[in-house]
């Protein structure tokens, strides 16, 4: 009757104070875990957008080099050492519409050329790799308008230019090297050499053309990136 009565008593203090302890330990290791699967998802997450977003820069530099359209009297791309201008055709992508030209307007204008600049700039004091597109030009003077504005929102952007940039990643340096004559070299020794053999000649499209961004630390992707174009119609990669 005595052993019935001491078996039947239950836990001691001690002992459930042992069972809490034990739980507490559990969840603290649960969550924990489930901390660290947290943060192991979001950097994966942060990691695949800014792969993506870097991805989509690239096609994007890409498609407005291959879209390029010399077009008097501006060049098809230019490189003043702050920002890359380019001429393009906006509907190559897209040709199923048809652009009418207006009375007035360039050969081979319409509603279908836009001038579209890359560059580099602070921003929140971050050096940031941009993208800025203009309106839709329909005439000579709104192609040298345009051309003059994707200059100046290189060097001096207004509110109202920065309404058309799009930031693509944060780096420390860009560069860009054109290839002619068989050989990579600075636009802006290529631009010189052109300047002095003949002013009055619009400047022949390189070969191809070459980006290097450093991009910044801190971020998910960073380090040394160099990327290639080779102009279509040469129907051959070079490099």
């Excluded at 050096?127 to 308008?145: G, N």
């Excluded at 860009?176 to 070299?185: A, E, G, P, Q, T």
């Excluded at 802006?188 to 450093?214: E, F, H, N």
Aim: charged share 20%; hydrophobic share 45%; with cysteine.
């Amino acid at each position: 009757m005595t052993h019935a009565c001491a078996r039947s008593r239950g836990f001691t203090l001690v002992e459930v104070l042992v069972a809490v302890a034990a739980m507490a330990l559990l969840a603290v290791m649960a969550w924990r875990g489930l901390d660290a699967m947290g943060r192991a998802q979001t950097q994966t997450r942060e990691r695949s957008e800014d792969v993506l977003t870097l991805q989509a820069g690239l096609s994007q530099w890409r498609a407005d080099l291959d879209a390029v359209t010399q077009l008097a009297p501006v060049g098809g791309v230019d490189f003043d050492g702050r920002v890359l201008r380019i001429t393009r055709n906006a509907l190559v992508s897209d040709p199923a519409t048809v652009a009418v030209p207006e009375p007035g307007a360039p050969a081979g204008t319409g509603s279908s050329i836009r001038v579209v600049a890359w560059g580099t700039r602070q921003i929140d004091g971050k050096r940031q790799w941009l993208r800025w597109q203009s309106p839709a030009v329909r005439t000579r003077d709104e192609l040298q308008a345009a051309w003059q504005q994707a200059a100046l929102w290189g060097q001096n952007p207004t509110d109202a230019l920065r309404r058309n940039e799009v930031v693509i990643v944060g780096v420390d340096e860009w560069q860009v090297f054109y290839f002619r004559n068989d050989s990579w070299s600075s636009p802006m020794s290529s631009a010189t050499a052109i300047g002095a053999a003949s002013a009055s000649v619009q400047s022949p499209l390189p070969d191809g053309v070459r980006l290097v961004l450093t991009l910044s630390d801190g971020q998910v992707l960073s380090g040394r990136l160099r990327h290639d174009w080779v102009r279509p119609t040469l129907g051959v990669a070079r490099s």
